[in-house]
Nanobody, 125 residues
Framework: HVQLVESGGGSVQVGGSLRLSCVGS????????MGWFRQIPDKEREAVAG???????SYANSVKGRFTISQDSAKNILYLQMRSLKPEDTAMYYC????????????????????WGQGTQVTVS
């Protein structure tokens, strides 16, 4: 199965942008359904965005219009472009993957995913 490693997190000012990367190894991420999730201490992990193996996407309402999920199959990388960042976007961000089929309505359910990265921290202030 695929192994995932996130990077690209850091500290950014309110209104700024960051692009997170999730590099896959051991398999081709293009054949997986994938998602981005985030978590702050003492809170449950919440969905950010998901992408089907056919490229269909879903977003949490809190990030619609500001975040974009995409993948580069040639490089085997999943991206999360984040714009107009807010303090409430501060969290540890995780990418996740699992094999299709996953109905698009379930893309943002963390329990669907078996394979997870270790996370990358984003701090907005």
């Amino acid at each position: 199965h695929v192994q995932l490693v996130e990077s690209g997190g850091g500290s950014v000012q309110v209104g700024g942008s960051l692009r997170l990367s999730c590099v896959g190894s051991g398999d081709t991420i293009g054949r997986y359904c994938m998602g981005w999730f985030r978590q702050i201490p003492d809170k449950e992990r919440e969905a950010v965005a998901g992408i089907e193996s056919d490229g269909s996407t879903s977003y949490a309402n809190s990030v619609k219009g500001r975040f974009t999920i995409s993948q580069d199959s040639a490089k085997n990388i999943l991206y999360l472009q984040m714009r107009s960042l807010k303090p409430e976007d501060t969290a540890m961000y995780y990418c996740a993957a699992d094999e299709p089929p996953i109905p698009q309505s379930y893309l943002l359910y963390e329990h669907i995913y078996r394979f997870w990265g270790q996370g990358t921290q984003v701090t907005v202030s």
